[in-house]
């Protein structure tokens, strides 16, 4: 795959491996990849529990990509007791915030 390809109408997996390839070409950026975890999501969302995360987001790994909401393809998984809070942390190389509590895994 090149560069201004559009990969919309790919498999989620195989989107995944060009997204890997270009974050490997630029080890400095701020965009980091996501392993694809199959399975096991009972185990993921007790994880993100106790890291005290927002949620998941679950994705169908032969899905292409769908911008329209009411046909989508993925959902969200919310930790409902997830407080936001987290203990004080140096910032990042490049002065931004190492708040994790924002993230979310991918399913």
Request: aromatic share 10%; glycine share 6%.
């Amino acid at each position: 795959m090149t560069y201004g390809k559009d990969l919309r109408t790919e498999r989620l997996l195989d989107r995944k491996q060009e997204l890997r390839r270009l974050l490997t070409r630029s080890p400095d950026s701020l965009l980091k990849y996501t392993e694809y975890i199959d399975g096991c999501g009972m185990a993921l969302f007790e994880r993100i529990y106790e890291l005290d995360l927002e949620g998941i987001v679950a994705k169908q790994k032969s899905a292409p990509y769908v911008t329209e909401r009411e046909h989508s393809t993925w959902f969200k998984i919310l930790n409902r007791e997830c407080t936001g809070e987290m203990q004080e942390q140096p910032p990042t190389k490049n002065g931004g915030s190492n708040d994790c509590r924002k993230f979310w895994m991918s399913l």
